[in-house]
């Protein structure tokens, strides 16, 4: 396996929402909530202070369009109050302070906006990494595609297709299921491409609007934690079979990993006012699970220098602070301090799923990297699933 990548294309979200002004809002939609007292601490301990959304925090938190009135409307509703004995004056009173409750957004009014700006902000990211990378969009022979919080069908792929516009023979491969690690499977995806041609050029876009699953009504603490961690963020990169002259990264070995009986850990569950993040605390030690493993298949790979080898830098997909932790607490003994510096940094910024290992390596190789230091990129996800990519620095 040999894949070269070029610098990825970042777009983070326009809209700054800083934590004060969500902790302001939950306070006061929730102010009797068990956790109410703590969630200034709460907050702090996540370490952002401010993230970029597609769109912003007002959207989140508007009512719906709806009312207070049964859906049959307000002949049904009139009817059968005036069966009960009211009178005229008093169903004309009662139907009006219906339709005078706010509403949750439905799915439609809370999805539709959102995959409008994750199809623009994937456009953007791809046009992006193909200047980037010297190419246009008739040189792409296959587009990966990722984006797990606005569902659509036709998907991105399709609509990337025709909004660049791409060649008609392009394979287009989309995968709406990927979440956290959108960004190592779909590279190790396209690594395998290439590898079975060499001259394929992969286009690789992820659109994330995690901030579809800012939930205002949920009171539960795991809600209050996921408003606190999510960005949306945009990203691409183009991944080749021969070595071009913007080459950054060349990727060696790819390594999944899945844990059985953990598929309920961490998942999106699609109810009647949109989509829901629901968390687990057991989640971040399942990970670690994963991470140990991990360990072992890179002591494996490199058995004969056990000693001396260890990754330049790690660029792993930082679900939480806790998981950081882990990932520290587990490395291998030797191995120096701060190889996680620039997932730390991204992390700062908020939780970007899928995007984030493609943020965290534009943050990598910005600061500079030597010719031939090792880079090792990893991410789990929601199932719980793990990927992971060996590779160097070019």
Request: with cysteine; net charge negative; charged share 20%.
């Amino acid at each position: 396996m040999a894949a070269y990548l070029c610098p990825p294309a970042v777009i983070h979200g326009e809209h700054a929402v800083e934590t004060s002004r969500i902790v302001a809002e939950v306070r006061d939609r929730h102010p009797h909530a068990a956790w109410a007292p703590r969630i200034d601490g709460i907050a702090a301990s996540t370490g952002i202070e401010t993230r970029g959304w597609m769109l912003p925090l007002e959207t989140a938190v508007a009512p719906g369009n709806g009312s207070g009135l049964p859906p049959a409307g307000r002949g049904p509703a009139r009817e059968a109050l005036a069966r009960d004995g009211f009178t005229d004056p008093d169903v004309d009173r009662v139907l009006a302070a219906l339709e005078a409750i706010p509403t949750p957004q439905t799915i439609q009014e809370r999805t539709a906006p959102a995959w409008a700006a994750v199809q623009a902000y994937g456009e953007r990211a791809a046009r992006g990494a193909l200047q980037i990378a010297g190419l246009d969009a008739a040189d792409v022979d296959c587009l990966i595609t990722s984006n797990s919080t606005t569902p659509a069908l036709p998907g991105l792929d399709v609509s990337l297709a025709n909004r660049l516009p791409l060649r008609d023979d392009v394979m287009l491969l989309p995968a709406t299921q990927w979440a956290c690690i959108a960004g190592t499977r779909s590279l190790a995806l396209a690594a395998d491409l290439v590898a079975a041609d060499p001259d394929r050029v992969v286009l690789v876009v992820i659109s994330e609007a995690l901030s579809t699953t800012y939930q205002p009504a949920d009171d539960t603490l795991e809600s209050l934690i996921v408003r606190l961690l999510f960005a949306d963020t945009a990203v691409a990169a183009v991944v080749t079979g021969r070595q071009r002259p913007g080459s950054v990264l060349r990727l060696d070995a790819a390594w999944h990993h899945t844990l059985p009986g953990t598929q309920d850990l961490h998942r999106l569950e699609t109810r009647a006012d949109g989509t829901h993040f629901v968390m687990d605390r057991r989640g971040p030690r399942a990970v670690q699970q994963t991470v140990t493993a991990m360990w072992e298949w890179l002591r494996d790979r490199y058995q004969d220098d056990p000693d001396s080898w260890h990754p330049d830098v790690l660029l792993a997909h930082p679900g939480g602070t806790r998981v950081l932790e882990y990932m520290e607490q587990t490395m291998p003994a030797g191995w120096p301090a701060g190889l996680l510096d620039h997932s730390r940094d991204s992390y700062t910024g908020g939780n970007r799923g899928g995007a984030a290992v493609f943020d965290i390596m534009r943050r990598a190789h910005d600061a500079g990297q030597a010719p031939g230091n090792r880079a090792v990129l990893y991410a789990a996800a929601p199932g719980l699933t793990a990927t992971a990519l060996d590779g160097e620095w070019l």
